[in-house]
């Protein structure tokens, strides 16, 4: 396992980073399976391991914790915070009140008295970002947090924030978690550019898109209701669907299985420091350890950019943030035709 440089932090982390959101009632009940998988991880030398209170009401950091007795000083850890964790309103967001509570809960939750990595899980407009950066400094500063860093921002969040760190005397994000596989292209814009830009550490999640990558989703079948229960309403995208279909002689041609194309693929940009993988299940997690050290010629690269052009996305990746401008009618439309309609 060839290791990379978390953005500027020094921190070094394997390519392939074990995500826990599928261990607990969402995924793999089984604790002690799951422990198994994060260890047949851990000893194939994936030293990044990424979770988040909200993953199974914090039963995945539970999980997690129990799998690094023993083992905590040679994992990078890193959790998340501001997903709902509670009928409170105040049990959610990127408050200074929230945040250094749910970084209680969770340091007690993995039985460790600091993570290596803690993250903002989505940008919350209705809270100033120096309220934010501020109580994440402190919890640096307090020895709980070794850096910190954004998920799924959009580029004018990531830059606004840097300013601000600068500005104000603050502690800044050191990394940023977007959404990026071959059908999610869009961060290739601005997003990976702007981290590369200010020394950004970048892991990706869902870089098997959801799932649609596995090849095991395909046009015609019916649709998976259990998934799209939890979300996945983008399992059933045509667009993505027929991308997929383009994409999968694409890999029959290189010799490879498509999840392997699609995990080359992700780790392949020079701005992706480390990509996301989260199986349930341990022949899940030894075929994606079967693609590390997998490259893509460069005609392979051509044509999947002549299916899935560089900068766009086929389709919607619905577990993403979507700027509220775009969602509340509210916020793009003038006055006079709120009040017409």
């Not at 969770?106 to 100033?128: C, E, I, K, M």
């Not at 900068?311 to 990746?317: E, F």
Request: aromatic letters at 6%; one cysteine or more; a negative charge.
């Amino acid at each position: 396992m060839k290791y990379r440089s978390l953005g500027r932090t020094g921190i070094k982390v394997s390519p392939y980073c074990l995500g826990a959101m599928m261990f607990g009632a969402i995924g793999n009940p089984d604790h002690d399976d799951c422990v198994r998988i994060i260890h047949r991880a851990l000893d194939a030398g994936i030293n990044f391991v990424d979770t988040a209170d909200a993953y199974a009401r914090g039963e995945s950091e539970e999980i997690v914790g129990k799998a690094l007795k023993g083992r905590r000083d040679d994992v990078v850890l890193a959790t998340k915070a501001h997903l709902p964790m509670g009928d409170d309103p105040n049990q959610r967001g990127n408050s200074r009140r929230w945040l250094v509570r749910a970084l209680d809960d969770s340091l007690r939750r993995l039985g460790t008295d600091h993570v290596d990595l803690f993250q903002v899980h989505r940008p919350a407009p209705d809270t100033d970002v120096e309220e934010t950066l501020g109580a994440l400094t402190d919890l640096v500063r307090a020895g709980k947090v070794r850096a910190f860093g954004s998920s799924t921002f959009l580029a004018s969040d990531i830059v606004e924030a840097q300013w601000v760190a600068e500005r104000r005397g603050l502690y800044r994000f050191r990394t940023e978690q977007p959404p990026y596989s071959i059908l999610d292209r869009a961060v290739e814009r601005e997003v990976l550019p702007v981290a590369e830009r200010y020394g950004m550490g970048t892991l990706v999640w869902s870089p098997l898109a959801g799932g649609l990558l596995t090849g095991r989703y395909r046009k015609g079948q019916a649709p998976d209701t259990h998934r799209a229960g939890f979300g996945f309403a983008h399992m059933r995208d045509e667009r993505r669907l027929d991308a997929v279909e383009q994409l999968i002689p694409v890999a029959e041609d290189a010799g490879l299985p498509l999840t392997h194309l699609a995990m080359a693929f992700a780790i392949a940009h020079p701005a992706v420091t480390s990509a996301i993988i989260g199986p349930r299940t341990m022949d899940h997690l030894d075929d994606l350890l079967a693609s590390a050290g997998t490259t893509l010629s460069d005609d392979v690269l051509d044509r999947i950019d002549a299916i899935v052009p560089p900068g766009s996305d086929a389709g919607v990746l619905d577990m993403g943030y979507t700027s509220p401008g775009l969602t509340q009618q509210a916020l793009r439309r003038p006055q006079a035709e709120r009040s017409a309609a």
